[in-house]
């Protein structure tokens, strides 16, 4: 109930925000705090999550911050301890949103959003919130978890100097509000019983190529999702899942790692550590083609991009004739052992399908022969195949488009 009253302060404050910010003065950017500081400098403050008999606390529980300096505040979860934590702000007066915060950080990934809701971590958990405080004030935090903060999990920040500026926490204008205080955001609600669980690998290829895989993504509105976002600890560098535009239009439930749990409005972009995985949950809520890339110099023209298409009109119906040659994600990815390849011709055609494995090595071909215009399906079954990722090309006519598949077993 208590994270219903803060959501619902969340969206209403927000929305207001969003109205009148441009009218309020003195404001200040968060990001322009973030570019300016000196993060080489910054202060260290780190606070341990104490279990001690019945008695739960924050240590130390009484935390002082200079505005305009940057901190790094390192939340604790001890492996001594039995259970996972959180730290949440006070419904009315949230913390979060009188800082400029630049990332949220575990040992797997880095987050970025325009605020932070709250950050639980489990036994063992470690996380960095990097941070600007910005307006002088005191504020309350607690652990929302039921019975904690009543066993004495709370703490109050202060924070001192500065001047009472109206922070711009630069939330996009066109983010919907409203999506703070959908229930969909509850773990407990229905939709996540049905969500459907995706892996993404981010692949380092031969020859300095990069690649998502699976690079397209097809989603079906007001469904749940289970995006696993992985990267191998086999690559030698980290890498962004940047999709801004997308993030924007989800009903976001968390992101979760190996040491944290954290819940924002929206993310911004997610960047993955070497070795790093986390676990996305969102429903999609618009219709569109959303571009995805890793921002990091070079990797976009290397090949680490793609798209997430979400009950696009894009997408044909069998039959329609479409006005170009498509080739789609085949449909589930990753798959065991048979998945669906589908494709759009805008004219007839004879049709082949050659599958390779990472190395270039043909392990199926299928002709079949003149089809006509509009769109098809064709069932691959790889019973007889080993696991692994597999590049699949179909050429129509003259002309040959590639995707890769992900084979479980």
Known sequence: MMRKLFCLFAAVSLASCLISASAQSPHVKASEWVAGADWGASTLVVVEM??????????????????????????????ANILKHDLSPDVTNSFFQVIATRKVQTIDAEYKAPYFDEVELFIGGSVDIYFIPVRPGTYDLSCTVAGHAAAGMTAQVTITGGQ????????????????????????SH????????????????PSGSLAFDP??????????????????????????????????????????????????????????????????????TADGDFEVICTIPGHHDLGMHGTISVNTSTRLEDGDVPEEFRLWVNYPNPFNPSTTISYSL??????????????????????FGTRPAGTHHISFDASNLPAGVYLYRLTAGDVSLTKAMTLLK
């Not at 008999?53 to 009484?62: A, V």
């Not at 004219?347 to 392990?363: E, F, H, N, Y």
């Open 50 to 79: 104490v279990e001690s008999g019945s008695l739960l606390t924050f240590s130390p529980n009484q935390l002082t911050f200079e505005a305009g300096q940057p901190y790094i505040l390192r939340l604790q979860n001890s492996a």
């Open 164 to 187: 009472n500026f109206q922070l711009d926490l630069e939330v996009d204008p066109n983010f919907d509000p409203t999506l703070i205080i959908d229930d969909r955001r509850e773990g």
């Open 190 to 205: 229905a939709v996540w019983g049905t969500a459907q669980e995706i892996n993404l690998q981010m692949v380092e290829g």
């Open 215 to 284: 690079p397209e993504l097809r989603l079906q509105r007001d469904s749940g999702y289970q995006l696993n976002l992985i990267n191998s600890s086999t690559n030698n560098e980290k890498h962004y899942y940047a999709a801004a535009e997308f993030y924007r239009t989800v009903v976001t439930r968390k992101a979760e790692d190996s040491r944290a749990e954290v819940k924002v409005p929206y993310f911004n972009t997610i960047e993955l550590l070497i070795g790093g995985r986390t676990e996305l949950f969102f429903v999609p």
């Open 346 to 367: 805008p004219l007839a055609a004879d049709v082949r399908l050659t599958v390779v494995d990472m190395q270039g090595r043909q392990v199926k071909e299928r002709i």
